[in-house]
């Protein structure tokens, strides 16, 4: 069974960076396909990023690209998010994701999630 665990975030002020981890265990790593997801105080829950199973494709959300890098271990079993210039609008609860086979935008897609780690970015 996937279990996968955030860390990283805090209250960070505009312009700085922040990196989120997140790490797997019950399966697999290589096997699947990562996300991250965001959701910021009465929105939906959006895609932000995605990386293949080996690392070798990636996908923004058109909001962080440019600002954001994702970026997978497969020996750590970790996939990370580095988040550069950051804005207040990059506040949210952010979640990780696993998915069998090809990365996806799609939120439905994905059949495991972490907990969410509070990323807040201040003015």
């Known amino acids: 069974q996937v279990h996968l665990v955030e860390y990283g975030g805090g209250l960070v002020q505009a312009g700085d960076s922040l990196r989120l981890s997140c790490l797997m265990s019950g399966s697999t790593f290589s096997a699947y396909a990562m996300g991250w997801f965001r959701q910021a105080p009465g929105s939906d829950r959006e895609f932000v990023a995605t990386?293949?199973?080996?690392?070798?494709?990636?996908y923004y959300a058109d909001s962080v690209k440019g600002r954001f890098t994702i970026a997978r271990d497969n020996a750590e079993n970790t996939v990370y998010l580095q988040m550069n210039s950051l804005k207040p609008e990059d506040t949210a609860v952010y979640y990780c994701a696993s998915r069998i086979g090809l990365s996806s935008r799609r939120e439905d897609e994905y059949g495991s999630w972490g907990q969410g780690t509070q990323v807040t970015v201040s003015s």
């Open positions: 990386v293949s199973r080996f690392g070798k494709t990636t």
